[in-house]
Each structure stands twice: as structure tokens, then as C-alpha cells.
């Protein structure tokens, strides 16, 4: 049983990722089209091209990361090595130069594939660290969860943080829109420099493990694994669920609750805004964590997956009848945001520790001990997931009329047509929910039930202590 202190360091590690991921994911389309200046098809454009290629990478750096060796282990030192550029890359994504348009075009694309690439070379050894840390399938739930809830703790600080924040250097200290931008990042950036580094100091690699195959042997093994396919298949849908949502709520709140909508709870009024929605969701989300543990223990991984998915179908339907107008109709979707997040709280754990039940798949049916490589898929199907969920949101509303706020001016108020109204509620509501049924249909065919893990886990401690067997050779049922 690996100690507390070792399970809250990991969690560090996914603080500080969530906290760029979460900003960038929900804030960065509208500072794009609404702050730094972009058009919303060049916006589109750009998230898709950059975020293809952030999820090409993945594939490359997790085959680096399992072939690296030192004494701090396979994975670990890239937490150290990297942290820096992480937090200097991210400052530069969110500095507005003054240029034209064309040269301002390129620095978006420079800037963002620096931030994607170094992203990449920190998050994909991170999570492949959860395959060497412990060879317990429930300890990794535990490990999981604990990941995910400082992930969505993160997650509330920057998003609950980031308006305040912006409004501060821009009223307070009196810089311009864009530059309140900039220095809110250098103020999250900041944090999450110190927090891989603690990630680093307090975390350990458990196990060594060895792959008997080659690097062509470890890919083939990859692309003809079953499980592996479908849960890459569920994850890209959850993230794709999370990242319409998630890119659209800003452009929700600006035209359709509006800036100064106040919300009235006990008789206690506060003001209305994304980040205030944002916020309280990444709390839900760390309640879902919590319960993960006891819920997959009770019900299994696959069924509660099934289940998380049926449900967010459903009140994501509900939130399509709430009304902006009045203030039970506020309430009613905060409350369905609350309830919306703590099943992909759930979700999120569960979707890591999934992947590391298909590495251990892979090992003993291949002899394949490519950690990295497999967690390197779910940080593509992650990403994969950011950028068609992106390019959708801008492209569909540009497709549906609307209209962008001038250059650097973000308080203009804006009539937007009937169409793009329509087409905001429909990426708050429908087009989750569809998302959601085929995340449902995918897993409903995975075939890692907990039965299975468990006669794999005692294989697979016997292959470990037998490592002569040629790869391709392991006793698996097939799937």
C-alpha cells in the first residue's frame, strides 16, 4: 500500500496540468476571437491543426519515455526536466503581440504548438507513471482518483481565479485587455512550476518493467489490441463531451446570460458568470472523484462507465429546458451543471485506470511493457478530443451567424441572430448528449470486466517472475 504522502504528490502532477488544460480548453477560443483578434474559421483551423499534431506527438513521446533510463526512473525525470517550459511556453500562448494580422496568425500557431509539444513531453511520462507505481488494479483506482481530484481542484483555482484575475491587471492596475490576459497566465504558470516540481520530489516508480519487443513489435501490438481500440474510442467521446461544453461556456454566458446576470441562493445575490459556473463544476468534479473509488468497487469499471454515460444523456436534455430569464431557471442550471460534473468526476479516475488495466492486457498477452506508449493514447484520445470539440465550436458557430466582438474589446455589447442563440443552446445540450450515447455504445463492447483483470493481474505476476517466454505466447483468453 504505497503512502498517502506519495498518492497527494502524484495528485500535484495533474493539479498542474488541469490548471493550463482547463484554460485553455474553455477560455482560449474566446481569447482568440474576443481578445487576441482572430477570426472564428482561423480559430477553428488553428485548434484543429495544432491539436492533431499535439496528439500525433503522444504516440512518440510515450515510445521515448518507456526507452529512457536513469536513476530517478523511466518516467519521473520528465517532470523535473520539463516544468520549466511548460510554464514559460504557456505564458507566451496567452501574450498578444503588436503585429498585423498575418504575423500575429503565426505567432498563435508557433506559440500553441511549443505549448502542445512540451505539454506533451511533461503529461504523457506523468501518466505512464501510474503503471509503474503500484501493480494493484484497485491501488491504481486509488492512485487515479487521487490524480483527479488535485486535477479538478487545479481546475476550480484557475477557473474561479482567471476573471478576477484579468479584471485585477486590467481595473486595478490599469493594462490592457490583452495584458491582463498575459499576466493571469504568468500567475497560474507560477503555480504550476512549483507544483510538478513537489510532484517530483514526493513520487516513486515501484516497478521496473522490460519489454521484450522491439519498437515495431510494440506498435504492432498496440494497433491489434481490442480493448485498447474501444477504450481509445469511449475516451476521445468523453473528451469530446467535456470540450464542447466546456469551449462554449464562455460564449454562453457573454450572449445569452449576459455580464451583469445575478443569481440569488438563501437570499444571498452574487454575480452570474462563466467562471462562477466553471468554478462550481470543477468542485462537483472532485465529489465524483471521490465517490469513483466505492462506485467502480461496487459496480465494476465497465457498468459504472455505462452508467455515468446513460445519465449525462439525460440531464443534458434537462439543461435544454431551464430558463435564462429568471432566476429558478439560473438555479436549475447550476444545479444540472453540479450534477453534469460530478459524473464526469467519476468519469475521470476511472477512464486512467482503465488504460492502466489494457497496459497490463498488453504485457501479458505480447510481452509488450509499453506503459508509456498506451498512456500516451490517452492523452491522444484527450487531445484528439480538444481539437475536433474546438474547431466544432467555432466553425458551427460562424456556420450558424455569429458575430464576433471587435479586436481587444470585450465588453461590446452584441445582438447576436436567433441562429447563433439556437446553435449555443444546442452545443450546451444535444450535441453532448449525442456524444455521450456513442461513448455508450463503444464501451458497451469493451471486453477488460473485472473478472478478467483479476485472472490478468495473477498471470501476469507469474510472467514476471518467468520473463524467458517469447512474446506472443502468453495464456490470454482472447478478446
Given at each position: 500500500?504505497?503512502?498517502?504522502?506519495?498518492k497527494i504528490g502524484y495528485?500535484?502532477?495533474d493539479m498542474?496540468?488541469?490548471?493550463f488544460w482547463k484554460?485553455?480548453?474553455?477560455y482560449?477560443?474566446f481569447?482568440?476571437?474576443?481578445?487576441?483578434?482572430?477570426?472564428l474559421?482561423?480559430?477553428g483551423?488553428?485548434?484543429?491543426?495544432?491539436?492533431i499534431?499535439?496528439?500525433?506527438?503522444?504516440?512518440?513521446?510515450?515510445?521515448?519515455?518507456?526507452?529512457?533510463?536513469?536513476?530517478?526512473g523511466?518516467?519521473?525525470?520528465?517532470?523535473?526536466?520539463?516544468?520549466?517550459?511548460?510554464s514559460i511556453?504557456?505564458?507566451?500562448?496567452?501574450?498578444?503581440?503588436?503585429?498585423g494580422y498575418a504575423?500575429r496568425?503565426?505567432?498563435?500557431?508557433?506559440t500553441?504548438?511549443?505549448?502542445?509539444?512540451?505539454y506533451?513531453?511533461?503529461?504523457v511520462?506523468?501518466?505512464?507513471m501510474?503503471?509503474?507505481?503500484?501493480?494493484?488494479?484497485?491501488e491504481?483506482?486509488v492512485f487515479s482518483?487521487?490524480?483527479?481530484?488535485?486535477?479538478?481542484?487545479?481546475?476550480?483555482?484557475a477557473?474561479?481565479?482567471?476573471?478576477p484575475l484579468c479584471r485585477?491587471?486590467?481595473d486595478?492596475f490599469g493594462f490592457?485587455?490583452?495584458?491582463?490576459w498575459?499576466?493571469?497566465?504568468?500567475v497560474?504558470?507560477?503555480?504550476?512550476?512549483i507544483?510538478?516540481?513537489?510532484?517530483?520530489?514526493?513520487?516513486?516508480?515501484?516497478?521496473?518493467?522490460?519489454?521484450a519487443?522491439s519498437l515495431g513489435?510494440?506498435?504492432?501490438?498496440l494497433?491489434t489490441n481490442?480493448?485498447w481500440?474501444?477504450?481509445?474510442?469511449?475516451?476521445?467521446?468523453?473528451?469530446?463531451?467535456?470540450?464542447v461544453?466546456?469551449?462554449?461556456v464562455?460564449?454562453f454566458?457573454a450572449?445569452?446570460?449576459?455580464?451583469?446576470q445575478?443569481?440569488?441562493?438563501?437570499?444571498?445575490?452574487?454575480?452570474?458568470?462563466?467562471?462562477?459556473?466553471?468554478?462550481?463544476?470543477?468542485?462537483?468534479?472532485?465529489?465524483?472523484v471521490?465517490?469513483a473509488?466505492?462506485i467502480?468497487?461496487?459496480?465494476?469499471?465497465?457498468p459504472?462507465f455505462?452508467?455515468?454515460?446513460?445519465?449525462?444523456i439525460?440531464?443534458?436534455?434537462i439543461?435544454?429546458?431551464?430558463?435564462?430569464e429568471?432566476n429558478?431557471?439560473l438555479?436549475?442550471?447550476?444545479l444540472?451543471?453540479?450534477?453534469?460534473s460530478?459524473?464526469?468526476?467519476?468519469?475521470?479516475?476511472?477512464?486512467?485506470s482503465m488504460?492502466?488495466d489494457?497496459?497490463?492486457?498488453?504485457?501479458?498477452?505480447?510481452?509488450?511493457?509499453?506503459?508509456?506508449l498506451i498512456?500516451?493514447s490517452?492523452?491522444m484520445a484527450?487531445?484528439?478530443?480538444?481539437?475536433?470539440?474546438?474547431?466544432?465550436?467555432?466553425?458551427?458557430?460562424?456556420?450558424?451567424?455569429?458575430v464576433e466582438?471587435?479586436?481587444?474589446?470585450?465588453?461590446?455589447?452584441?445582438?447576436?441572430?436567433?441562429?447563433?442563440?439556437?446553435c449555443l443552446w444546442?452545443?450546451?445540450?444535444?450535441?453532448?448528449?449525442?456524444?455521450?450515447?456513442l461513448?455508450?455504445?463503444?464501451?458497451?463492447?469493451?471486453?477488460?470486466t473485472?473478472?478478467?483483470m483479476?485472472?490478468?493481474v495473477?498471470k501476469?505476476?507469474?510472467?514476471?517472475?518467468?520473463?524467458?517466454?517469447?512474446?506472443g505466447?502468453?495464456e490470454?483468453?482472447?478478446?
Open positions: 500500500m504505497a503512502p498517502l504522502r506519495e495528485g500535484f502532477g498542474a496540468s488541469s490548471m484554460v485553455f480548453s474553455y482560449l477560443p481569447f482568440y476571437a474576443n481578445v487576441f483578434g482572430l477570426s474559421i482561423d480559430t483551423v488553428l485548434l484543429l491543426v495544432t491539436r499534431w499535439d496528439a500525433v506527438s503522444d504516440p512518440m513521446m510515450g515510445a521515448v519515455a518507456d526507452r529512457t533510463k536513469t536513476r530517478w523511466k518516467y519521473r525525470p520528465y517532470l523535473l526536466w520539463v516544468a520549466a517550459p511548460f511556453c504557456g505564458i507566451l500562448l496567452f501574450t498578444t503581440p503588436d503585429w504575423a496568425l503565426i505567432w498563435a500557431y508557433v500553441y504548438i511549443l505549448m502542445m509539444t512540451v506533451t513531453g511533461i503529461n511520462p506523468y501518466g505512464a501510474l503503471g509503474v507505481m503500484t501493480d494493484n488494479s484497485q491504481k483506482t482518483s487521487f490524480r483527479m481530484f488535485f486535477a479538478y481542484g487545479g481546475s476550480f483555482i477557473l474561479f481565479a482567471w476573471d485585477m491587471f486590467q486595478g490592457s485587455l490583452q495584458s491582463s498575459q499576466f493571469a497566465m504568468i497560474i504558470a507560477s503555480c504550476c512550476f507544483l510538478f516540481l513537489l510532484c517530483f520530489r514526493l513520487t516513486r516508480e515501484q516497478l521496473t518493467t522490460v519489454s519487443a513489435k510494440d506498435l504492432k501490438a494497433v481490442k480493448p481500440w474501444l477504450l481509445n474510442g469511449a475516451s476521445l467521446c468523453f473528451n469530446l463531451f467535456n470540450t461544453r466546456g469551449a462554449t464562455a460564449f454566458f450572449d445569452i446570460i449576459g455580464g451583469e445575478h443569481i440569488v441562493i438563501f437570499s444571498v445575490s452574487m454575480l452570474f458568470y462563466s467562471g462562477l459556473f466553471l468554478g462550481v463544476g470543477e468542485v462537483a468534479n472532485m465529489v465524483g471521490a465517490l473509488v466505492a467502480t468497487k461496487k459496480l465494476g469499471k465497465k459504472t455505462i452508467l455515468v454515460d446513460a445519465l449525462l439525460v440531464f443534458s436534455i439543461f435544454f429546458t431551464c430558463s435564462p429568471s429558478a431557471g438555479l436549475v442550471m447550476l444540472l451543471q453540479v450534477v453534469i460530478v459524473l464526469t468526476g467519476i468519469m475521470s479516475p476511472l477512464v486512467w488504460y492502466a489494457v497496459s497490463d492486457y498488453s504485457e501479458l498477452k505480447y510481452r509488450s511493457a509499453s506503459t508509456g498512456f500516451s490517452a492523452s484527450q487531445k484528439f478530443g480538444g481539437a475536433i470539440g474546438g474547431a466544432a465550436v467555432m466553425w458551427l458557430l460562424h456556420g450558424y451567424g455569429y466582438r471587435p479586436e481587444g474589446v470585450q465588453s461590446v455589447d452584441i445582438v447576436q441572430p436567433d441562429s447563433a442563440i439556437t444546442m452545443l450546451m445540450t444535444f450535441i453532448p448528449a449525442g456524444v455521450a450515447l461513448s455508450l455504445v463503444i464501451v458497451w463492447l469493451y471486453p477488460l473485472t473478472k478478467r483479476d485472472d490478468i495473477a501476469l505476476k507469474q510472467q514476471r517472475l518467468n520473463p524467458v517466454e517469447e512474446p505466447n502468453s490470454v483468453e482472447p478478446v
